[in-house]
């Protein structure tokens, strides 16, 4: 089992930045895949970001290529979502995840947080 522990979220004016962390428990991080997705408001979860397990690969959405940064220390069992230029369409929960194999559809993972709640205003 791994358990997961996402922190960050917060309300931010658009165009504004936020780290979001997600700080991993239980079998050893580097093993596994990890990943960011988001669920808005009436809409399903839906792929951000995914980095292999030595970090040195990574997978973005379209919608979120070129202003977010997925990112890992293995040496803290932690991964980021550094995400810059938010706008209000990124408003969501994000939730992090791990998982055995690299993908970008949710059934991938085995593991998931809780979620952290983003909110940008325009």
């Known amino acids: 089992q791994v358990q997961l522990v996402e922190s960050g979220g917060s309300l931010v004016q658009a165009g504004g930045s936020l780290r979001l962390s997600c700080v991993a428990s239980g079998r050893p991080f580097s093993g596994y895949y990890m990943g960011w997705f988001r669920q808005a408001p009436g809409k399903e979860r839906e792929f951000v970001a995914t980095i292999t397990k030595n970090g040195e690969t990574t997978y973005y959405a379209t919608s979120v290529k070129g202003r977010f940064t997925i990112s890992r220390d293995n040496a803290k069992n932690t991964v980021y979502l550094q995400m810059n230029s938010l706008k209000p369409e990124d408003t969501a929960v994000y939730y992090c995840?791990?998982?055995?194999?690299?993908?970008?559809?949710?059934?991938?993972?085995?593991?998931w947080g809780q979620g952290t709640q983003v909110s940008v205003s325009s």
């Open positions: 995840a791990a998982g055995p194999i690299i993908g970008t559809v949710d059934k991938t993972f085995l593991y």
